[in-house]
């Protein structure tokens, strides 16, 4: 309780990343971690630097030609650039729909395409037949490896345009390094039709067009020019590494990751609460990370060694966890377990353990013999797959490493989805009537998971 009363203490604003917030907590965490007598874990420091960059919208404007004239907006609009200004001419026009080919079972349907110099045009959300669209968020991704120019996303229907402005702004974080297309953004549905509709493509029609059974991506008989204004803002995020140094002579390692970030100072001068202090998501889970530390550096010295990392920009994409795995202070074949710990204080005590990634390492069948020794059933739902790209575990499952979320705050559909469509991302995750009994044992959960993933008799060294 302690931990979480300081870390989501108004004086620690909200720990947005780059900002003195995230300094005092990075700060904080550390000086714990040291305390419990935890060595630096990053080439000698606790601090590893993620360069980061934000962006924000100027002005822009789309201007579509076509055979019977040309048609512009800014209205409903927002793109961003790669630069501060951008301005891009005669750029052919592809419709993808909603680029299901990004997800199709035999293989990628756009593996032999690129789009260099093309504008992509795609739907966001759901085509109502009971298939998932990837996210606008991977879409983006996988446009912008194949070289598109442009990328711009129509709205959901049914969708206020001011939540689908809030949508895309709230992505507009990224490591400084990070590629990114010449201009992305979205459109309501209003500004397609005004752009679109002239030459015979208005928004219901693509919606149609895209839903059919035999839709495949088709360039349009248009040509979009597009001027971006940017605003940019260059700074240090910061992760905290610290290692409990086993006692053996393996060079076997065991993780636990937790991020650190949440959304700063969130609302706008004026508002009666501005900050968004971030109780459960994840004070608690730095103090289950703090205090399994503790107790593990306090007991037996373990055999392999274990390492404690908090992460910056989670909540802008994974970005502090993803510079984790590009630069690790040691070979990530090495990390034979990770549990990330998120938002762990959601149920009361004696609540089931879920994992967030069953099924997709070896881990599992030990997870569930300490869940037993400690009195807790294990639950299986198949809705728990929903978060495995959402955690920092997956930063580091993408790339080889077994690594999962595992708890009570997982086990409950209700309380979860209740989280979720309640204080979850505003100024109301705060401490007051947080409930920890699940925290508690989810702390000794770790703790015992600790011991035993670091102790080869009960978890032998994987085949490598």
Aim: aromatic residues 8%.
């Amino acid at each position: 309780m302690r931990h979480i009363e300081i870390l989501a203490s108004d004086e620690f604003e909200g720990r947005e990343p780059g900002t003195a917030g995230e300094a005092l907590a990075v700060s904080y965490i550390a000086t714990e971690l040291s305390a419990a007598g935890l060595m630096p874990g990053y080439n000698g420091h606790y601090f590893q630097p993620v360069a980061l960059v934000s962006r924000f919208d100027g002005r822009s404007e789309l201007r579509v030609t076509h055979a019977g004239g040309e048609r512009s907006a800014s209205a409903e609009v927002i793109a961003f650039g790669s630069r501060e200004t951008v301005d891009l001419n005669t750029l052919p026009v592809i419709f993808v729909g909603h680029a299901l080919g990004i997800l199709a079972d035999d293989g990628d349907a756009f593996a032999d395409s690129r789009f260099d110099g093309q504008a992509v045009l795609l739907l966001r959300g759901d085509r109502g037949t009971g298939e998932t669209a990837p996210s606008f968020r991977r879409s983006l991704a996988f446009f912008r490896d194949r070289g598109a120019a442009a990328i711009i996303g129509i709205a959901e229907r049914g969708t206020p345009w001011d939540a689908s402005l809030a949508s895309m702004r709230f992505r507009q974080t990224y490591r400084a390094q990070s590629h990114r297309a010449d201009v992305e953004g979205i459109v309501s549905a209003e500004t397609t039709d005004l752009l679109f509709g002239e030459a015979g493509y208005p928004v219901e029609r693509l919606f149609e067009m895209a839903a059919a059974d035999d839709f495949q991506p088709m360039a349009l008989p248009v040509e979009l020019n597009v001027r971006t204004e940017t605003l940019f803002d260059r700074y240090d995020g910061i992760n905290v590494v610290a290692l409990l140094p086993g006692t053996g002579d393996t060079d076997d390692t065991v993780m636990f990751t937790a991020h650190h970030d949440h959304f700063g100072i969130c609302r706008p001068e004026g508002a009666e609460d501005r900050i968004c202090n971030g109780a459960i998501d994840n004070a608690s889970g730095i103090a289950a990370l703090i205090e399994t530390a503790r107790a593990l550096a306090a007991g037996p010295r373990p055999e392999r060694d274990i390492m404690f990392v908090t992460t910056t920009a989670e909540e802008s994409g994974l970005l502090g966890a993803f510079a984790f795995v590009e630069a690790p202070p040691r070979p990530l074949e090495q990390i034979i377990a990770l549990f990330n710990l998120d938002s762990i204080a959601i149920a009361p005590r004696g609540m089931p353990v879920g994992i967030i990634g069953r099924g997709l390492t070896p881990l599992d069948a030990l997870i569930d013999g300490i869940a037993r020794e400690q009195g807790r059933d294990n639950y299986t739902g198949a809705e728990l797959d929903a978060y495995v790209r959402r955690l920092d575990s997956w930063a580091f499952l993408a790339n080889g490493v077994p690594a999962l979320a595992v708890g009570g705050s997982f086990a409950d559909p209700e309380l979860l989805n209740g989280f979720l469509r309640g204080v979850y991302h505003s100024p109301d995750d705060e401490i007051e009537g947080m409930e920890l009994g699940g925290a508690l044992d989810d702390l000794l959960l770790h703790i015992a998971l600790g011991r035993a993933f670091a102790d080869p008799a009960r978890y032998p060294t994987p085949q490598r």
